[in-house]
């Protein structure tokens, strides 16, 4: 890559919605890229912990740097699904992810107190965040019984999981939300190119992630696997995890090959379904924890839910899903004040 090249990279700040804006780059070769990938940028920003005000409950977000990189398998990848190709090339800002995937600790803070009166005078971001829509009731035990202090969240719709991130927005004034496909993808990826970022040895999957031959059917405590290289845990198995945008089987073909695609993302509406979730659960065998497996939700997961119109807030019958937050260094344009569209009158499809 050139010096001007980088520099250009370094400072462009376009996105875009669904069908991505894109770079050219220098002396493009159609199907090809002309450059190394993944590249890198350095990081800006440093961990730290959120801790959720007006309780004792703390998580930790991890600085995720900027970069380019092939989002996708290639096509000789074992277990390689259809929707996972071809393999393009994207460009990401810097942004922090949760360490480990949301739970039921943090996410009864925001369900649970929704009855909760506290005494005037409150905050500004104590009003906010008393403003945004909490859950009804769930139809049955919402942890379906796998375990609740220090387990991943399951079993809520991407409705859900993104009012929650506009609840903890409002709550710590900061801007949380669920990362982007891309972004969750990179993140995932750690700046590697094989199908685990551990490489492609499956008897080294037991170490990082609970799936299917190990989990004894549940979900477990985040936190207990070993990290990917940028400190994520539980980023394959455990539970899948909501990323923002719609899902769509053939998305992929609509990228160029030799031009950078820039912050894509296939944003939400009105629609339940479907929506993308990653990294493969512990239900799901070692092909669908592949850091570029990919998943739609359906009317299927939610087909035990006897009431109509069906719950927009819990899903009866998938509990290996959960989700985890990202944080923006800078949000992209297309992503500032985003909130679900989703009402109990919204269409199936």
């Given amino acids: 890559m050139t010096h001007l090249l980088k520099h250009r990279l370094g400072r462009l700040g376009l996105f875009a919605v669904g069908l991505p804006a894109v770079l050219v780059l220098v002396h493009p070769t159609p199907g090809q890229v002309p450059v190394k990938l993944p590249e890198i940028a350095a990081l800006e920003q440093k961990n730290y912990t959120e801790k959720i005000p007006d309780s004792d409950v703390s998580f930790e977000m991890i600085a995720i740097p900027g970069g380019i990189f092939m989002m996708g398998s290639p096509a000789g990848e074992k277990g390689r699904a259809g929707d996972e190709g071809p393999q393009h090339p994207v460009k990401l800002r810097p942004f922090w992810m949760g360490k480990t995937e949301v739970t039921w600790d943090e996410y009864d803070r925001y369900w649970r107190t929704n009855v909760a009166k506290k005494a005037e005078p409150k905050t500004a971001q104590d009003k906010a965040a008393d403003a945004v829509t909490r859950p009804t009731p769930p139809y049955a035990d919402e942890t379906f019984g796998h375990g609740r202090e220090g387990n991943p969240v399951l079993c809520i719709t991407q409705h859900a999981a993104m009012e929650y991130c506009r609840w903890l927005s409002a709550k710590t004034g900061k801007d949380y939300r669920l990362p982007t496909e891309a972004e969750w993808e990179?993140?995932?990826?750690?700046?590697?190119?094989?199908?685990?970022?551990?490489?492609?040895?499956?008897?080294?999957?037991?170490?990082?992630?609970?799936?299917?031959?190990?989990?004894?059917?549940?979900?477990?405590?985040?936190?207990?696997?070993?990290?990917?290289?940028?400190?994520?845990?539980?980023?394959?198995?455990?539970?899948?995890?909501?990323?923002?945008?719609?899902?769509?089987?053939?998305?992929?073909?609509?990228?160029?090959?030799?031009?950078?695609?820039l912050a894509p993302v296939l944003l939400p509406d009105e629609k339940r379904y479907s929506y993308v979730a990653r990294g493969g659960s512990w239900i799901d065998p070692p092909a669908m924890c592949r850091s570029a497996a990919r998943r739609g939700s359906n009317k299927d997961w939610l087909k035990r839910d006897p009431q109509q119109p069906q719950s927009i807030w819990w899903m009866t019958d998938a509990d290996y899903v959960g989700f985890r937050v990202v944080?923006?260094?800078?949000?992209?344009?297309?992503?500032?004040?985003?909130?679900?569209?989703v009402t109990r009158e919204s269409p199936d499809n």
């Avoid at 170490?207 to 031959?213: C, F, I, M, P, S």
């Avoid at 936190?223 to 995890?241: F, T």
């Avoid at 944080?327 to 569209?341: C, F, I, Y």
């Fill in 186 to 261: 990179w993140a995932c990826r750690a700046g590697t190119t094989t199908a685990y970022s551990f490489g492609d040895d499956l008897e080294k999957l037991p170490e990082y992630a609970w799936y299917d031959k190990n989990s004894d059917e549940v979900a477990h405590k985040v936190g207990q696997k070993k990290p990917n290289p940028w400190g994520l845990l539980d980023m394959y198995g455990n539970v899948a995890e909501w990323c923002i945008d719609h899902y769509k089987a053939d998305y992929y073909k609509g990228f160029p090959l030799d031009k950078v695609s």
């Fill in 327 to 341: 944080r923006p260094v800078e949000e992209q344009d297309n992503l500032k004040g985003l909130k679900s569209k």
